[in-house]
């Protein structure tokens, strides 16, 4: 159980574009997501917290503009990332908790390498 | 500054032998404190998680520690195999707040 599948797995996109990504909780209701990002060798950093039918709250230094988190539904959250240009290159990862916020791990979807040419 | 620190980049042991991580936090009140394992190009997939009044959780052959004082949690993997090569994150939760902070991760190799 407790499975979060997220797609694309990679994308390659041209500058100045935009490209959505997909997470979604499978077998369970995520009131609550996470989108991180990581870059190679380094840890992973937290972008967003996405609250179902509430907008998300971003972390310091994270544009909201650029990247926009949709939480349309339990079970679905986006990311869009807007007017892409190559420092927004990485791996971006959802993770989603199963109950209270306290106690529960994270569950997080496989990730999508994103490569901005 | 806030900081999470994990031993080494990189660790290598024999197979057989047990393998020990080290994460090292500085400024942080840690409600809990969580031990992931990441595979190249996969998420996270959690393991253990022990509260801060635990001292030693156990799960297989997995163990890990918290010592609040020395501020300092240890993942041991005994009996280690080819197949628990991949680097291992430890993660906290401070008190008061949702987020979950990540260290920067050991990546183990287990030696044949």
């Known amino acids: 159980g407790a499975v979060v599948s997220q797609h694309p797995s990679w994308v390659i996109c041209k500058s100045g574009t935009s490209v959505k990504i997909e997470c979604r909780s499978l077998?369970?209701?995520?009131?609550?997501m996470f989108w991180y990002r990581q870059f190679p060798k380094q840890s992973l950093m937290l972008m967003a917290t996405?609250?179902?039918?509430?907008?998300?709250?971003?972390e310091q230094g994270v544009e909201k503009d650029k990247f926009l988190i949709n939480h349309a539904s339990l079970t679905l959250s986006t990311l869009t990332v807007t007017s892409a240009h190559p420092e927004d290159s990485s791996f971006y990862i959802c993770?989603?908790?199963?109950?209270?916020?306290?106690?529960?791990?994270?569950?997080f979807g496989n990730g999508t390498r994103l490569t901005v040419t | 500054s806030q900081k999470i620190e994990q031993n080494s980049e990189a660790l290598n042991i024999q197979e057989g032998k047990t393998a020990t991580l080290t994460c090292n936090y500085t400024?942080?009140?840690?409600?809990?404190l969580q031990w992931y394992r990441q595979d190249p190009g996969r998420g996270p997939v959690f393991l253990l998680l022990?509260?801060?009044?635990?001292k030693e959780k156990r799960k297989e052959r997995l163990k890990v520690t918290f010592d609040t004082t020395l501020k300092q949690s240890l993942f041991h993997i005994t009996a280690s195999q080819p197949a628990d090569s991949a680097t291992y994150l430890c993660?906290?939760?401070?008190?008061?707040?949702?987020?979950?902070?990540f260290g920067t991760g050991t990546r183990l190799t287990v030696i044949p």
């Open positions: 993770s989603a908790t199963q109950g209270p916020r306290g106690n529960s791990p994270l569950h």
């Open positions: 077998d369970f209701q995520a009131t609550t």
């Open positions: 996405s609250n179902e039918g509430s907008k998300a709250t971003y």
């Open positions: 400024n942080y009140s840690p409600a809990y």
């Open positions: 022990i509260r801060e009044n635990e």
């Open positions: 993660a906290l939760k401070q008190t008061g707040a949702n987020n979950l902070f």
